[in-house]
């Protein structure tokens, strides 16, 4: 069975799609994709000997070696040009998803799906995305084990410079409240019109963040300080606002 964060997943897979996961660890999405008939041939990519083993491993375990391809290399180093349909990227930060994303770009031809969790830093793979000519199709937010997670789907469309711009553009809550797109990356543009409480949960907890550090900037009577003390308390003021609509 599948953990929560791992299922989310699995679910947004195209019933019999040809995948390829990078930074499979013990490969048990691509297993479970193949066994369940979500894809039909999967590659599990993986850049450290300690988890490419324990791919390689489970993958015989499952005796799936003919539909799974486990492979050593840096992110989509692994898979050829036109190979897959669907790539999923789990459990690293956004930063790193970028980067694996942006390095190996010319293997994305023929790639219809994008599955991307990242831990933290999930603005930067909305804005790659739209810079990209990738569509945010569906944002899906879960909590498992006290830890929150984003699931972000993004689809290859040749419109998806429209309707990004559409999905991206100043949007105004409770009337007054206006969220510009630097908001919308950070929090997410789907999250934001239907947030949920595990939403509200993870910005309450953002806020708590901010604030300590806030409070720690305070204790500094440098000039800088001073600066990213008042950046920092306009990025509360403005996260409490949105929250304020929610409830
Ligand atoms: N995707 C699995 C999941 O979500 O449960 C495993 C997540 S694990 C925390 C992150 C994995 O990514 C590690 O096994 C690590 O070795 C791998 N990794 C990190 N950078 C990578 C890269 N550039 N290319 C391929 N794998 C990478």
């Given at each position: 069975k599948l953990s929560a964060r791992l299922q989310v997943i699995a679910d947004e897979l195209s019933l019999g799609c040809r995948m390829a996961d990078i930074g499979s660890d013990h490969a048990l999405l691509p297993v479970y994709a193949v066994k369940n008939g979500k894809a039909s041939y999967a590659v599990a990519g993986e850049v450290n000997d300690g988890p490419y083993e324990a791919a390689r491993r489970q993958v015989a375990e499952a005796g799936e070696h003919s539909r799974i391809s486990v492979r050593k290399g840096d992110g989509l180093a692994v898979i050829r040009p036109g190979e897959v349909d669907t790539i999923t990227i789990a459990g690293m930060g956004g930063a790193l998803i970028v980067s694996i994303l942006a390095s190996g770009i010319d293997k994305l031809t023929g790639v219809k799906r994008l599955v991307l969790q990242p831990n933290v830093g999930e603005e930067f793979v909305r804005n790659w995305l739209i810079e990209n000519g990738w569509?945010?199709?569906?944002?899906?937010?879960?909590?498992?084990?006290?830890?929150?997670?984003?699931?972000?789907?993004?689809?290859?469309?040749?419109?998806?410079?429209?309707?990004?711009?559409?999905?991206?553009?100043?949007?105004?809550?409770?009337?007054?409240?206006?969220?510009?797109?630097?908001?919308?990356?950070?929090?997410?543009?789907?999250?934001?019109?239907?947030?949920?409480?595990?939403?509200?949960?993870?910005?309450?907890?953002?806020?708590?963040?901010?604030?300590?550090?806030?409070?720690?900037?305070?204790?500094?009577?440098?000039?800088?300080?001073?600066?990213?003390?008042?950046?920092?308390?306009?990025?509360?003021?403005?996260?409490?606002?949105?929250?304020?609509?929610?409830?």
């Open positions: 569509y945010l199709e569906k944002e899906q937010i879960l909590e498992e084990d006290g830890k929150i997670y984003e699931v972000l789907t993004a689809i290859s469309d040749p419109g998806a410079e429209a309707l990004n711009k559409q999905l991206y553009q100043d949007k105004t809550m409770d009337g007054s409240i206006v969220i510009n797109k630097p908001l919308l990356l950070r929090i997410g543009p789907r999250f934001i019109m239907n947030p949920s409480p595990i939403l509200l949960k993870k910005w309450q907890g953002e806020i708590a963040k901010l604030e300590k550090i806030c409070r720690q900037v305070a204790l500094s009577d440098q000039e800088a300080s001073r600066e990213r003390e008042n950046e920092f308390r306009q990025e509360i003021e403005q996260l409490k606002e949105v929250l304020a609509c929610w409830q």
